[in-house]
Every structure is written in structure tokens, then in C-alpha cells.
């Protein structure tokens, strides 16, 4: 238990360098403002130069939350304004090109591990062995991404909408909410025809913390009529096969469901592990025209063929 613990401390320690690294490394820092300008703390670059923008985010970000929180956001804004800034990008650009910044940004600098959602706009964020910030390191630096343009937003600085935000996302939610009844009233009143947890479930950020998902392919089901096609093609292919080893291949692949090239990698003590559900009616749902099961007719004997040899 004392090892595990420490272990775990000693991870946190070495995060929590890697977060210092990462913020030292984007070549911002902050200075006091000058008497009677306003900023009471001008953000610089490597050259001296004042970053403007970031540094009237500063000044007008004073609510909501304690200036705490100004703080480490401002902190979290350093890598991500420094890579910009790096790269030559204005950070005022559309919101589909912003999201191209920040997509390479968590690549590049924080290893995260980015997955398209296949269900709604936007990515899966997670991230990985390497990078240098925890998983809820990387929330806050959402955060601080998503509250920065809010606030040049509402200043007039940025004329688009938020990139952080999925425009088609967040229409979808107003739409889904004029359906709600009650939309208003808490889960205690019994009123509302959706649970504010169900509501939730319906996130509108761009950027989405999260595990990938596995990807799934769409299968596409063929119709009765081209499964029929095909297992005719099948028994065709079957019946004229020169040979008995041709047969039995054919079938495998119809068997497991696997390729022709890949047959020859089955060992005979795996075909011997499958002889006995060969004769298994659940696994023989159609016959030859003679009746008899074209597992058992074929694979069968060829099995036999080469147990005696």
C-alpha cells in the first residue's frame, strides 16, 4: 500500500514538472503593467514584445469565479498562445482553422491521443503515457481556451463564434429543448419531461474529454436475395473445385469467415479443435442439393485424410 502511494505521489511530482516545463517553454511571461495604462500585468514574448490579446484577456477577465482562477488560466493559456505565436497562426482566425491550431497543438505538444466522435461533431480527447499534463490538467486548459474567447468574444475581439463551441451541436440543443416540457424546472418538481442528467448527455464542446471509442464499421446487410446469390455461387465454386484440398478451403472460408490467404495459416490441431462443431446442425443451416451437410461431406474426410496420414 506505502509503494503504491508512492508511486502515485511520485507520478504527480513528475506531472506537475512536466506542467512547469511546458509553461516555461512556450517563452511568455508576465510583467507589471505600466503606472496609469490599465494592465496591471502585461504578458511578453521571448523578444520583450507585449502579447496584446492575451494580455487584454487578462485585464477583463475578472469575473466569474476568484482571480484564483484568472490565474491559472492564464498559466494553462501560455503553451497554446506561445505555439501559435511559434507557428506564425493568428489566434484570431475562423473557427474551423482555429480548431486546426488546436488540433495540432494537443498532438504535437501535449501527446494527447485524438479521436473523430463518430456520433457528433467534434473530437474525443485523451491523454496519454507521455504527456505532460493529467487528465484534469487537460480540462483546465479546455477551460481556459474556451473562457478566453468567450470573453474576446463578448468584447468584440473575435467576430466568430466560439471554436471551442460546435455551432451544429449547440442548434441541435435548442432545438431539442423547445420539445422539452418544463424545460426550466428541477428533477425534484416531476414536471420536467427530461431529467437534467438525459440533458446532459448532450454535450456541445468541440473538444470532449473521454476514452476512445473502438472503431465500429457500418456493415451493410445484404438482402435476402444476394445471400442467396452468393451461397449459389458458393456451392457452384464447390462442386467444380478440382480438387478435394480446393473444397475444404472454399468452405473454411465460408466457415470462419475469414480470407483465402489467411487459410493457410490453420494448423491441423486447429481444424481438429473445430471437427466436432462441424457436425453441429446450428452450424450447418443450408445443405447440398443431395441433402447431405457440404461440411461434414467434405471437411470431414479430408480431416480424416489427414489425421491417418
Known sequence: MMNWSKGRFNNMVQRTQHTGSLVASSGLRKVAGPPGSGFETVVIDRQGRPVSHLSEWYRRRHEPGPDRTRQTYLGMLFPIMGFLLERGYAWNDPPEQVRTYLVEFLRERLACRMQPDQDR?????????????????????????????????????????SPMTSQLLEQWRRERARLIASTGAPDQAGIRSQSWEESRRHPIAYFRLGKRKHWQPKIALESAEVRERMWNALIYMTQHAPTQRDKVVLLLCWLLGTSVHKIGDVRLHDLSRLSPCLHEERLLPRKSRTGKPLLNEHVGIYLGDLAVG
Do not use: C
Open 121 to 161: 461533431e467534434g473530437y474525443w480527447i485523451e491523454t496519454s503515457r507521455t504527456s505532460p499534463l493529467s487528465k484534469s490538467g487537460l480540462g483546465v486548459l479546455l477551460a481556459a481556451i474556451k473562457d478566453f474567447y468567450r470573453v474576446m468574444y463578448d468584447a468584440g475581439y473575435y467576430v466568430y463564434p
